[in-house]
């Protein structure tokens, strides 16, 4: 719903470079050599708003529509109860992250059918604290990544880990891939793969695009 975006609808529907940011994340997944198909998840209250903006931006790509849940874990697991193919090789990604470069998509089905998972992230280039109990602790930066999406899977990991009850600590796919036992396998994103979560992000995202060749 994006609370911290301070927008009377949810930021996967506000306009970035005068189209809906989640029209974007569409096109950089249909443009992919992967060109997967395309499930997206909503709050239902707003699937027919969502068909609106697709008529009106002229979105023709083929996706098919999923009723969301209380949390991402639980939209996710209804995502992932309308992937018949068991031998699927399934990217969860943010609707907000419109800028994922293609060969990162590529990359990651790559990863996923070798390695089982493929969760994009990148090394942190700041210093790192921790708070426990009001006292701050150093972390070793270059043990450090900010994990981004897609993250990739085959449909049997994908399918295990989501058979487990909702925990607080689920905080992404890879959490919960973890948490069934899987190891999490680590790929190359960037930094430009920005997440759209305050006001001033739209900036920085249109200031990215404006700057790709």
């Known amino acids: 719903m994006g609370t911290r975006m301070q927008s009377a ?11 809906p940011i ?4 569409i096109e950089a997944f249909y443009h992919s050599q992967s060109r997967p198909q395309i499930i997206v998840v909503l709050p239902a209250e707003f699937h027919s708003y969502w068909k609106e903006l697709c008529r009106e931006y002229d979105l023709n790509i083929q996706h098919q529509l999923i009723e969301g849940g209380e949390t991402r874990f639980h939209s996710v697991k209804n995502g992932l109860e309308a992937i018949t193919d068991d031998e699927a090789l399934i990217a969860v990604q943010d609707a907000v992250r419109p800028l994922t470069d293609k060969q990162i998509i590529d990359n990651s089905y790559l990863q996923a059918a070798e390695q089982g998972n493929a969760i994009t992230a990148i090394k942190s280039r700041d210093s790192v604290r921790q708070m426990k109990n009001g006292v701050s602790t150093s972390l070793a930066r270059d043990d450090i990544y900010l994990v981004q999406t ?3 899977f085959r449909s049997s990991q994908l399918r295990k880990a989501y058979t487990q009850p909702y925990r607080n600590e689920f905080t992404d796919d890879a959490s919960v891939v973890e948490a069934a036992g899987f190891e999490i396998n680590l790929i190359g994103g960037s930094p430009r793969n920005i997440k759209i979560t305050f006001p001033e992000d739209i900036a ?3 200031w990215f695009m404006a700057d790709r060749p």
């Open 22 to 25: 989640l029209v974007h994340t």
């Open 9 to 19: 609808i949810p930021k996967q529907f506000l306009l970035l470079s005068g189209r």
């Open 204 to 206: 920085i995202a249109e």
């Open 150 to 152: 897609p993250q990739t």
